[in-house]
């Protein structure tokens, strides 16, 4: 059963209510939601459900379910399983989410800094990482740390978009990232962009202003395979 994906719209979001629509072994669907489904290399976000006579239960994880915008959110072992029909009150860990949306646009800062194909990238809540197929020694911490923060200072806000599948096709130079193709198949593709820095494909949530990041240092830089150069980041 599709979900309202609330993140979508509002990454700001962190507390709303919603009905219980399908109840599984691994975990519940909702009506909407603004638990974000790991995805796109950004990690799933946590929090808790409250039931009206005021239980609280632990959402561990949210993934992906099987059909398109399905939402699995993964409930504490010891958790009482709510019933389909039931109201919620949904609250997502938001110290964590906010930390993940600032590293995630980050990401795409660091991108326009670093350029070379992308081939993997991650974002938890403490660090993040993009890979490049890129010669090594073309790769300066200090330069790259040096040049993503004077980006990041310009404090510009972003925008997400929408085209369609077609659109996308036409211009393949969007997609820096060969291992993770956007998704397709539901006609639209989501964009997002950071005015006179970057526009690519992302399903992910950010911060509305780049400024919001603050800064980041990079962490480490190393080799991970014949191909890959892994670049690690954190916030300041
Ligand atoms: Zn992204």
């Known amino acids: 059963m599709a979900t309202e994906l609330l993140f979508r719209d509002d990454a700001y979001l962190r507390s709303t209510s919603a009905r219980v629509s399908a ?21 799933g976000d946590t929090g808790v459900l409250t039931r009206a006579n005021g239980e609280r239960i632990g959402v561990v994880d949210t993934r992906k379910g099987d059909a398109h915008d399905s939402v699995l ?7 009482p399983r709510p019933e389909v029909g039931e109201p919620l009150t949904l609250a997502i860990d938001w110290e964590r989410r906010h930390a993940l949306m600032r590293l995630h646009t980050a990401l795409h800062v660091l991108s326009c800094v670093v350029v070379a194909p992308v081939t993997g990238g991650n974002i938890a809540p403490d660090k993040a990482r993009l890979d490049f197929d890129i010669d090594m020694n073309l790769l300066d911490a200090a330069k790259i740390e040096r040049e993503t923060n004077a980006l990041i200072a310009r ?26 193709q956007p998704p397709r198949g539901a006609g639209r593709v989501r964009l997002l962009r950071i005015p006179g820095i970057d526009l690519q494909p ?14 980041i240092r990079v962490l480490k830089i190393r080799s991970e395979g014949r191909r890959n150069r892994r670049v690690e980041i954190a916030l300041m």
Not at 73 to 79: M, P, R, T, Y
Not at 202 to 215: L, R, S, W
């Open 23 to 43: 109840v599984h072994e691994r975990g519940i669907e909702l009506d909407r939601t603004l638990f974000y489904p790991q995805g796109g290399g950004q990690v």
């Open 73 to 79: 959110h993964l409930l504490q072992d010891d958790a």
């Open 155 to 180: 404090g510009i806000a972003t925008e997400t978009a929408w085209i369609s599948d077609e659109e996308l096709d036409a211009r393949p130079e969007l997609v820096k990232t060969m291992s993770v």
């Open 202 to 215: 992302c399903g992910g949530t950010h911060v509305a202003n780049i400024g919001e990041i603050g800064a």
